[in-house]
Antibody
């Protein structure tokens, strides 16, 4: 049973870079595509992008200029970097694994952008 | 604004059936077979309820069913129970190398 756990700072200053890591346990990093998904308070889900173990990535066009998702196979981790953050990037950030659907999710981590 | 359109809210009484629609275009829902539905209770991560339009993961009640007609996908919940009260999201995905889109979400009140 694959399990995911997000980690990273809960508070980021405006204009800085948000960095999160997702640790994969109970399965191989090669077994899924790995996505980041976020949910602003009181709002819906927004897909950010995904990475495959090969390192290939696909990003949401609305965030593409600020997003980098990378995989670290030796550590069974993948990560998210979102640059030049503003208050609009305040959200719960989830990591998730998928093929044709997201069948494994992390518990989510709240990130607040504030000075 | 979400690429996939869902009603903001639906409601039903225990034992009744409800249907939540998810309307897209021929470039997403209408063109892809990878439509999925997620249930989210407050403060929890989403849970996969339906994948590939109409398939149920192991452990999901057969009261949940999915379908698609043209550019609109639907989630039907029969025999409503209090525990079904949650937010529901549809999702469209075209496979490797393509984008993922979520609907705006529907709040179900039982």
């Amino acid at each position: 049973q694959v399990q995911l756990q997000e980690s990273g700072p809960g508070l980021v200053k405006p204009s800085e870079t948000l960095s999160l890591t997702c640790t994969v346990s109970g399965g191989s990093i090669r077994s899924y595509y790995w996505s980041w998904i976020r949910q602003p308070p009181g709002k819906g889900l927004e897909w950010i992008g995904y990475v495959y173990y090969s390192g290939s990535t696909i990003y949401n066009p609305s965030l593409q200029s600020r997003v980098t998702i990378s995989v670290h196979t030796s550590k069974t981790q993948f990560s998210l970097r979102l640059s030049s953050v503003t208050a609009a990037d305040t959200a719960v950030y989830y990591c998730a694994g998928h093929f044709d659907a997201f069948d494994v999710w992390g518990q989510g981590t709240m990130v607040t952008v504030s000075s | 604004q979400s690429a996939l359109t869902q009603p903001a809210s639906v409601s039903g009484s225990p034992g009744q059936s409800i249907t939540i629609s998810c309307t897209g275009t021929s470039s997403d829902v209408g063109g892809y077979g990878y439509v999925s539905w997620y249930q989210q209770h407050p403060g929890k991560a989403p849970k996969l309820m339906i994948f590939d339009v109409s398939k149920r993961p192991s452990g999901v009640s057969n009261r949940f069913s999915g379908s698609k007609s043209g550019t609109t996908a639907s989630l039907t919940i029969s025999g409503l129970q209090a525990e079904d009260e949650a937010d529901y999201y549809c999702c469209s995905y075209g496979g490797s190398g393509t984008y993922v889109e979520f609907g705006g979400g529907t709040k179900l009140t039982v």
